[in-house]
């Protein structure tokens, strides 16, 4: 279960990293993934190492490494739809209103 968060915060460190800079701008993109990572180990208690040779130890599994890669998955799409639901919240102003009822008395 660890190894799936770690991965699950290098995934979203590549994102960040990614969109943080510029496409032709690599140099920088490798420092701060370098340096997000690092975050993520420490935020683990882990070492760089330590991940690396449990990874290699994950793909050499691959039944092990499967359901890691499935949980991600499912990270990621509830993600999506916690997202979808925040952006979904206002009501569409081009619809028409809608009648209100009578009142009798």
């Given at each position: 279960d660890k190894m799936r968060h770690i991965m699950w915060d290098m995934i979203r460190a590549d994102e960040y990293a990614s969109n943080f800079h510029p496409k032709?701008?690599?140099?920088?993109?490798?420092?701060?993934?370098?340096?997000?990572?690092?975050?993520?180990?420490?935020?683990y208690s882990t070492k760089a190492e330590v991940f690396r040779k449990s990874l290699a130890y994950y793909q050499s599994n691959p039944n092990l490494m499967k359901v890691i890669i499935d949980s991600l998955r499912s990270d990621?799409?509830?993600?999506?739809?916690?997202?979808?639901?925040t952006n979904n919240t206002t009501e569409d102003?081009?619809?028409?209103?809608?009648?209100?009822?009578?009142?009798?008395?």
């Open positions: 032709n701008d690599s140099s920088n993109f490798s420092q701060e993934q370098a340096i997000l990572y690092e975050q993520i180990f420490r935020l990621e799409r509830r993600v999506l739809m916690e997202q979808y639901n102003t081009l619809l028409p209103e809608k009648p209100k009822p009578v009142q009798t008395d």
